[in-house]
């Protein structure tokens, strides 16, 4: 059983920036991606970024491509979103999770079997 911990939320102005760790107790023999999702209230949780554990692939949605990064400590078996040029409508809760799915399918969380508990992300204007 994978357990996720995700840490680094918090409140900042418009263009201020934050990093989010999410701390897993093993990546798990199976499970071969790890992503970061975020929902905001009264809508639909929805993928943001994702990475191949046994590769060098990354993956991100259109709205944080180029602000977002995505990386991994593998032998801490932690992953970072490093969030930068932050918006209001970054505005969420963040969720960290982890799974096995292939790369076209990365941002969708059906692939992924292991969640965590989330951590807000509040931007102001």
């Known amino acids: 059983q994978v357990q996720l911990v995700e840490s680094g939320g918090g409140s900042v102005q418009t263009g201020g920036s934050l990093r989010l760790s999410c701390a897993a107790s093993e990546y798990g023999y199976v499970n071969n991606f790890m992503g970061w999702f975020r929902q905001a209230p009264g809508q639909e949780r929805e993928g943001v970024a994702a990475?191949?554990?046994?590769?060098?692939?990354?993956y991100y949605s259109d709205s944080v491509k180029g602000r977002f990064i995505i990386s991994r400590e593998g032998r801490a078996y932690t992953v970072y979103l490093q969030m930068d040029d932050l918006k209001p409508e970054d505005t969420a809760v963040y969720y960290c999770?982890?799974?096995?799915?292939?790369?076209?399918?990365?941002?969708?969380?059906?692939?992924?079997?292991?969640w965590g508990q989330g951590t807000q992300v509040t931007v102001s204007s």
């Open positions: 990475i191949y554990l046994r590769g060098d692939g990354t």
């Open positions: 999770a982890a799974g096995k799915t292939i790369a076209t399918m990365a941002l969708r969380e059906g692939g992924y079997d292991y």
